[in-house]
């Protein structure tokens, strides 16, 4: 089931439903997109943040396209926890939004209406 995804550097004490990810990472870029998914501590997010966005602070996720077919998010989870008080959702349900964002992104989408519709729809069809 989780072909064309993987997984690394999960601590143990992320809620990570791996199986969900990977219907998710297919129903949005489809089966054939080789996704990287990966786990950082607050300084290597910032330091990535800093070097490819010109943003120097920690974020909760970013992603990166690698090719037209494969792709990498990387999510630094004390910036989930953080911001998912904010959104008052849980941190499980917000790595689940922040990860259809990300995927989103890696489909091409910009920030905005339209993005913003595809994310509610996306979120109402895995229950997020």
Known sequence: M????SFSKIPKTVPVDQG??????DKVLGKKYELSVAFVGKKKIQDLNNKF?????????????LDKNSGEIIFCF???KRKSKLFGKT???YLNFLFIHGL???EGMEHGSKM???EKLLCQNFEI
């Open 2 to 5: 989780q072909e064309n995804i």
């Open 20 to 25: 969900l990810f990977a219907l998710m990472k």
């Open 53 to 65: 966005r010109k943003k120097n602070s920690p974020t909760d996720i970013l992603s990166f396209e």
């Open 78 to 80: 004390d910036e989930v």
């Open 91 to 93: 941190p499980t349900q």
């Open 104 to 106: 989103l992104h890696l």
């Open 116 to 118: 913003e519709e595809k």
